[in-house]
């Protein structure tokens, strides 16, 4: 009953979008109208979620069946959300796929334990962790745990490979804050290739522990949602295009997305997941987007920006206030100038625009319908204060220079090097990392193992929105970053760390190297 009530529903909102889109606003009351129906449905199957995992990702498995066969007219789909696991035994397959991007067309496509994508990971900080990861392509690939703080024997860099049609069963403690982190190849040469076919997904971690948490939005896929950010060019055949040509954002694996809204503070994770291009996000409604959080937590106090740049690897917690906007429809924009960004290392979209056909920059339509029974309508502007350190602390400063001209990416002169270890660090050291930028092109720089503090951009302060821990930063052309970070808990001979550029055409041609953590 419950199904055919939203088919229903589905169906009468499509009717009333179609017409919104030919009339104009007129129509708009009706269409809240409809959408606040479907509104009170969420509301009472959240109801009856309560607040056990178990039950909680059983419904959204159902709500994501409902929600991928609605599409709208105009082009627009239901936003697509993954699967959650939130158990510590989690069961992972890579393999082929075909996803249907464009109505009536497949896509060749990789996922984990699906045919895009994968599932969406929650584990709670001090968790251990049991996972099967199968390789079913007919090739080699690593899985690695980007942002958290693992062995490196775990941490599923190029040195720890699963060969095809084979498992890797790695265990770990969940030694985390409350973050998003995210899973995805890393084997050495072709790790962009099976990225951008769709093998990634997001890790969320939890603290049950932390007051500042337990106040902000936590009921997933009701007020607090992931979202992976990329762009894929089509050739005329639909497949992913390998010549380049129109790249378009793809939300979650959804080309055009709309996502109802409550009408009251939501929070979302960001991950740029792409290979190689940035987002510059901000809202239809002019007003600055919150920002509560970085790739390792959430920032010392909440902070605002008008449109938020994010780059390849990057992750961000942001919050939208919609209590103002109820019965209303806006968009989350993307800026992201055309073709331009920093993908010119023979990376697709050079030439042309990147602009989805149908929806131009509004990257997502959000309709806002009525408020969730227990909304969360307002957060402390004080969130987390976690220990950082001073600069006087620091035993050692390392400076690291990025260069081309591509395709030769390299870092302090040299390429990558599989059988170099480029630096050997003493367990415990605090360090400083001083990158810079002698390039032409933007490079997004990450380091395995650790979470920094960004100390200064050219010699002045990060912007607030910056200012809490991270493993990617972006270093622009002819500028120097330096961050302070600490090698800890881990140590070995055999297997390294990495650090790189993350976009992946630069990290396969050479702009990576590897530490090893040593007693
Ligand atoms: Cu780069």
Redesign the pocket.
Known sequence: MKNHLRNLISILITVFIISLVACGDENSNEVLQITSEESNEDEESNEDEESNEEEESNEEEEVIDDTSETTYGSGLTTLKFPEIISSTNIDLTMDYGSTEFYEGHLTTTRGFNGSYLGPLLVMNKDDIMNITVNNNQSEATTVHWHGMHVPPNIDGGPHVVIDANSTWQPSFTVMDEASTSWYHPHLHGNSREQVNAGLAGMIIVRDESSPIQSMLPKTLYVDEYPLILQYQAFDDSYEFSTEGGTEVAVINGTIDPILELPAQMVRFHILNADDGENFTLNLSTGENIMIIGTEGGLLPTTAYVSELEITNGERYEIMLDLTAYQGQTIYLQNTAPEGGG?GG?GGPGGGGGRLSVTNAENMITLIISEPTTSAVTTIPSSLENFPSWSESEADITRQKI?AGPGPN?TIDGVGYDHDVNNLEIPLDNIEIWEITNNSD?E??FHIHDVQFYILDIDGIAPPDYKAGRKDVVQVLAGSTVRFITQFENFTSDEFPYMYH?H?LA??ASG?MGQFIVVE
Do not use: D, T
Request: aromatic share 8%.
């Open positions: 920093p290392g990025l990416w092109q490079h997004p550029c976009i630069h990290e702009m």
